[in-house]
């Protein structure tokens, strides 16, 4: 048998165990669990604050009851609502900085880089039909794989817009 035939007779017998690995790889790309979030970093318009757990713990909680849509199960998350944590890095939620309040969206970001936009309105239940709530706690026990905070709102039909390993909260006002 010459040489070239031998070539194309083992490529052929090794090309389609590779081309079928790489496929495999590329369908079933590895899970690493993403790092655990610890704690929060807000941020309103560049001066930034950190809050541990304990510290998110020791402010006023809320809870809400919400549709997941991809287990389609009723879960109750409890944690603190983004709006009351504005005021803690310094913006109050006062008739003065309303329009500012109008202007502004807040960036939250997990700790995979995964990252959603919410305008403040939005976020603002006297101002729109719905919470927004940096959760600790689902159904009464911790997040599991979820993380240790996890951003959930009411108002979305799809959880998208929820955070898992959820590490800042990064408000920009627009001008
Ligand atoms: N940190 C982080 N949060 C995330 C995502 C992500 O990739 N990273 N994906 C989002 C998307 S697109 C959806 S649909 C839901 C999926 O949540 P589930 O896998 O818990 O159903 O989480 C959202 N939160
Ligand atoms: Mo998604």
Redesign the pocket.
């Given at each position: 048998m010459s040489s070239s035939v031998i070539k194309v007779l083992v490529l052929s017998v090794l090309l389609p165990g590779c081309v079928s690995h790489l496929r495999a790889q590329a369908m079933a790309p590895m899970q690493k669990p993403?790092d655990l979030s610890t704690t929060l970093t807000l941020t309103v318009n560049g001066r930034s604050i950190q809050l541990s757990l304990a510290e998110l713990a020791a402010l006023p909680q809320t809870s809400v009851k919400v549709h997941?849509e991809?287990?389609k199960r009723e879960e109750t998350y409890t944690g603190v609502a983004m709006i009351d944590l504005l005021p803690r890095a310094g913006l109050a939620l006062n008739p003065e900085t309303e329009q500012l309040r109008y202007h502004s969206y807040v960036r939250a970001q997990?700790?995979?880089r995964?990252f959603v936009l919410y305008s403040v309105s939005e976020m603002d239940p006297a101002h729109h039909n719905a919470q927004a709530i940096v959760a600790t706690h689902v159904d009464g026990h911790d997040l599991g794989q979820?993380g240790r905070l996890k951003l959930v709102s009411t108002a979305d039909t799809?959880?998208?817009?929820?955070?898992?390993?959820l590490t800042s909260l990064t408000l920009t006002t627009v001008n």
């Open positions: 993403a997941n991809h287990t997990g700790t995979d995964y979820d799809k959880p998208a817009r929820w955070v898992r390993n």
